[in-house]
């Protein structure tokens, strides 16, 4: 039998076969050696994943494919930038233990009322949450972010006045300049966003979040706003975040012990005992009705009710028409106290009113440090922290707001008193979305006439504009006087 012998063509093909597969696997290894290497090193960041160019040419092609499309990799990607992402979200001072799960929202289409846990048990598909100030939007979101295991990024939305693929992009520390690259990520899915206060905005930043929403209609993206005149996405659903029902008041008081101060008066069983009495007295069915809707109001609002067992907790009786100056009373008591001084309050208001017009959210910590220890104290909770180390390994530490209601306190002094200046802000920040809260608290903090008459003007201005959000809160806020 004669032996089979293979020919010259045929050994050939043999030959570049073998040595085609060689190179191919070699290739394969070379780039998963590098996405391996991706999150310790920036230079292969840098030079491999984020230049299209030698993302392209060495890649052959599927590289970027695969990237884009195969979830390990696309989680590799973002991977490093992940405390970039989630820096402005402020996990470091969230618990989320002291999280009130029993808020409810309305949910579209149905109507129906359900847990927020429920029925936004992650960022799926595109979402509005819309909600008045303090019912808990962006503690839901922090919420959402401390239990996701997928890559998200959080924009606060005046973050996004150039465009939200831009904002991501600064996140990124400038690695991520193929921004047609970072566009098919997020067409993918690969990274979920959360944008923030879309109140606090302009209508021209809002249009440009519209936009991109409606761009990457595939993206999960949820956003939270007050309530205001505006076009949403046609892509998302808005579920309405709902104010605490009256059995959920007494419930949450209970649930703000764990994160009360370590030194508080009141605490334990008879804490339970001072918020039993406490909500007995206020909401007595003795009193005017307008009056009784005023406290029912203030009390399903979370943020006022944290402050109120704030309060309870120092022994102290909450004055819920006037909580926030109550609180600012105390503290400023305090830092007389501790710094042999008065609290500087005309000139940290005006401060934090200039920081407001820039759309800064630190405070300016350098002129005011005494005044940002006072605010951080946790009788007070304020203000909170936040510490890293730059560039240089040097520690830093900014002081912010913790929620928008205490910056409104401050902000609303530059509004008070009888001087030009204070008169002409009545009228020129209607419109001006950032300033929404003040407006609420001058309808109790205004001598009455003087309420009464920028009630007349706020009534004019939703005439002209068809933007009645302000309005309607400031006259059920002025009726309770």
């Not at 696997?25 to 999150?39: D, E, G, K, V």
């Not at 209508?203 to 949820?222: D, P």
């Not at 399903?300 to 067992?309: I, Q």
């Amino acid at each position: 039998m004669k032996r089979w012998t293979p020919t010259f063509v045929q050994v050939r093909h043999r030959h570049w076969f073998f040595k085609a597969r060689n190179t191919i696997i070699a290739h394969i290894a070379f780039w998963l050696a590098l996405i391996f290497a991706y999150p310790k090193f920036p230079q292969v960041q840098a030079i491999f994943f984020w230049n299209p160019w030698v993302r392209r040419i060495l890649g052959v092609g599927y590289v970027g494919f695969l990237l884009t499309w195969f979830p390990p990799f696309r989680r590799k990607l973002f991977e490093p930038f992940k405390p970039s992402l989630l820096a402005d979200a402020g996990l470091d001072n969230f618990y989320d233990q002291s999280y009130f799960p029993e808020s409810k929202v309305k949910v579209p289409p149905s109507g129906d009322i359900q847990p927020i846990t429920a029925a936004l048990p992650s960022i799926q598909g595109q979402i509005i949450l819309e909600g008045d100030s303090g019912l808990g939007k962006s503690m839901f979101l922090r919420h959402l972010l401390q239990n996701s295991q997928r890559i998200v990024v959080y924009l606060p939305a005046q973050k996004c006045h150039k465009g939200v693929i831009e904002a991501i992009q600064d996140k990124l520390h400038g690695q991520a300049q193929d921004a047609g690259f970072l566009k098919n990520l997020i067409y993918s899915g690969a990274i979920d966003i959360c944008i923030d206060g879309l109140n606090e905005v302009t209508a021209e930043t809002r249009a440009k979040i519209c936009q991109f929403v409606e761009s990457y209609f595939r993206g999960n993206i949820i956003m939270t706003t007050q309530p205001l005149e505006w076009t949403p996405p046609s892509t998302a659903k808005t579920y309405y975040l709902q104010p605490l029902e009256q059995q959920q008041i007494q419930e949450f008081l209970i649930s703000r012990q764990p994160r009360l101060p370590k030194d508080a008066k009141i605490q334990g069983a008879d804490y339970e005992k001072a918020c039993t009495n406490y909500l007995k007295e206020v909401l007595n069915n003795q009193q005017a009705k307008e009056e009784l809707d005023g406290v029912r109001r203030i009390l399903s609002n979370p943020m006022d009710l944290t402050v109120v067992a704030l309060m309870l907790s120092q022994g102290k009786q909450p004055n819920l028409f006037r909580l926030q100056e109550q609180q600012y009373n105390l503290m400023a008591a305090e830092y007389q106290q501790e710094w042999k001084q008065e609290f500087p309050l005309k000139r940290f208001s005006a401060a934090v009113y200039q920081m407001r017009l820039e759309d800064k959210q630190a405070l300016p910590a350098d002129e005011f440090h005494q005044v940002a220890k006072s605010l951080e104290d946790e009788k007070y909770k304020m203000v909170v922290s936040r510490q890293w180390q730059d560039e240089k390994g040097e520690a830093k530490k900014e002081w912010y707001f913790r929620h928008d209601k205490i910056m409104d306190f401050f902000l609303v002094q530059n509004f008070l008193g009888e001087t030009d200046t204070a008169e002409g802000l009545l009228v020129d920040r209607m419109g001006d979305p950032r300033f929404r809260g003040v407006y609420f608290l001058l309808a109790t903090l205004l001598p009455l006439d003087a309420a009464k008459e920028l009630r007349e003007k706020l009534i004019q201005y939703a005439a002209d504009t068809k933007d009645n959000t302000v309005s309607n809160t400031f006259v059920q806020l002025l009726r309770t006087r």
